[in-house]
């Protein structure tokens, strides 16, 4: 059995954060189209792994993070810090660069995150139509989403970092094919899956899917 809750025994706090959509939710809709700047140049650069496990981000002690990037015998990782509100560009060969979080258009944010790459000498080219969404803007078009509340953003990160503590936990009893815990930044949400291992029904698209699974989430923002 899992132990969700952990409540401070001194405080009988929760760690799991109040996170009020009605809220938040312009920010949340901001960082979604964020993440997925973020992760398509993980996908750029990443080769093909079966789930599309390739493109996902990873919750991190301050955020959300690529890790490691190929580019030719470099690599390079993004990370999102929302203790200190910054984005963080590294590479392996010692450069560094940042980028405030504050209020700005999705357009600005990725006219910027891509000049940044080209001064680290990363030339990525991405497909700039937003996956998953309904009359997606193109990136570098969009001036409608502009939205950052640091508290909030704050609070979504503390409730990515209870729910991968808890599925670390889920996953590690399944002794089949599991997938990590990841972050998906078309659905914007963490998840987890099992496979049973059964074939999966055909699928009413152009591909078929292997096998069947079960996808754990508990964070829904939308």
Not at 27 to 55: D, E, F, M, Y
Not at 129 to 149: C, V
Not at 151 to 172: E, G, I, N, P, T
Request: aromatic residues 12%.
């Amino acid at each position: 059995m899992v132990n969700a809750d952990l409540a401070d025994p001194k405080t009988n706090a929760s760690p799991w954060p109040t996170l009020d959509y009605a809220a938040w939710k312009d920010t949340c809709a901001t960082l979604h189209l964020w993440t997925q700047i973020v992760g398509k140049i993980r996908l750029a650069q990443t080769p093909w792994t079966n789930h599309s496990w390739h493109v996902t981000l990873y919750v991190t002690a301050r955020g959300l993070t690529t890790s490691p990037i190929p580019d030719g015998a470099r690599t390079f990782q993004i990370d999102f810090d929302f203790i200190d509100h910054r984005l963080l560009i590294e590479t392996s060969d010692g450069a560094v660069t940042t980028m405030l979080l504050t209020p700005r258009p999705v357009a600005d944010f990725y006219q910027c995150l891509l000049a940044q790459l080209v001064k680290l000498g990363l030339h990525v080219k991405i497909h700039t139509t937003p996956n998953e969404i309904i009359d997606a803007i193109p990136f570098e078009l969009d001036q409608q989403h502009a939205s950052y509340d640091a508290a909030s953003a704050h609070r979504f990160w503390q409730a990515l970092v209870q729910a991968d503590r808890v599925f670390k936990q889920f996953r590690a009893g399944f002794i089949g094919k599991c997938s990590p815990v990841h972050f998906f930044w078309g659905s914007f949400d963490l998840a987890v899956t099992r496979f049973s291992g059964r074939p999966a029904p055909q699928h009413p698209g152009a591909f078929r899917i292997a096998r069947t699974g079960s996808r754990a989430r508990p964070i829904r923002t939308k």
